[in-house]
């Protein structure tokens, strides 16, 4: 079974800009959740989708923002880049969103934003 | 709001050490508690879980045992090996506002040969 596929790997970008991200998700799951990874702040949550329906968000600003589409497939964009949006963004899938599906991890994509 | 406190790495150990990497949280009710590993260049993956109280989870010699009554979950090992080297992630899941899963700092261990 093929695991959480994030595109792209890395990612170079500009203050003001703005970027999309791709994550495809386990075959199955209808689940998906995005955090950002960053050495202050370790993982923060950013949102979480499931069937196609926000079901959960971060304390992020509004240029973050995400979508599922109707194969599970999720995508999260951030606009108007800002230096400190540079992370790893890692995508997750679980079976169902509940109190014991643990996360499935894709390897992330790094931003960085100069 | 819900939270979790793991100790703070560096964790340095030579090969076949044993290994204990402290967690505790804070929640409301009885959380799923897990501990994920990260290795080098890559995703998070589940080492081990549990649900209830008193459930131990194991995984490739790895254990720890959700304890209520201290609120803890602490991981260990009996017998590190270089390849365990890597970032531990303690975490549980919170169902304060919608379930999500909430990390802690992560504890970084390097087994030296």
């Known amino acids: 079974k093929a695991g959480v596929t994030q595109t792209p790997r890395y990612l170079i970008k500009t203050r003001g800009q703005q970027v999309t991200l791709s994550c495809s998700p386990i075959?199955?799951?209808?689940?998906v959740s995005w955090y950002q990874q960053t050495p202050g702040q370790g993982l923060q949550f950013l949102f979480e989708y499931f069937s196609e329906t926000q079901r959960n968000k971060g304390n992020f600003p509004g240029r973050f923002s995400g979508r599922q589409f109707s194969n599970s497939r999720s995508e999260m964009n951030v606009s108007t880049l800002e230096l400190g949006d540079s992370a790893l963004y890692l995508c997750a899938s679980s079976l169902e969103t509940a109190g014991n599906s643990p996360l499935h991890f894709g390897n992330g994509t790094r931003l960085t934003v100069t | 709001g819900d939270s979790v406190t793991q100790m703070e790495g560096p964790v340095t150990l030579s090969e076949e050490a044993f290994l204990t990497i402290n967690c505790t949280y804070t929640a409301t009710g009885y959380p799923s508690l897990f501990w994920y590993v990260q290795y080098p260049g890559e995703g998070l993956q589940l080492l081990l879980k549990?649900?209830?109280?008193?459930d131990k989870g194991s995984n490739k010699g790895f254990e720890a045992t959700y304890r209520k009554e201290t609120t803890s979950f602490h991981l260990e090992k009996g017998s590190v090996q270089v390849s365990d080297s890597a970032v531990y992630f303690c975490a549980l899941i919170s169902n304060t506002g919608g379930f999500k899963t909430i990390f802690g700092a992560g504890t970084r261990l390097f087994v030296k040969a």
């Open positions: 075959s199955g799951h209808r689940s």
């Open positions: 549990a649900t209830k109280a008193d």
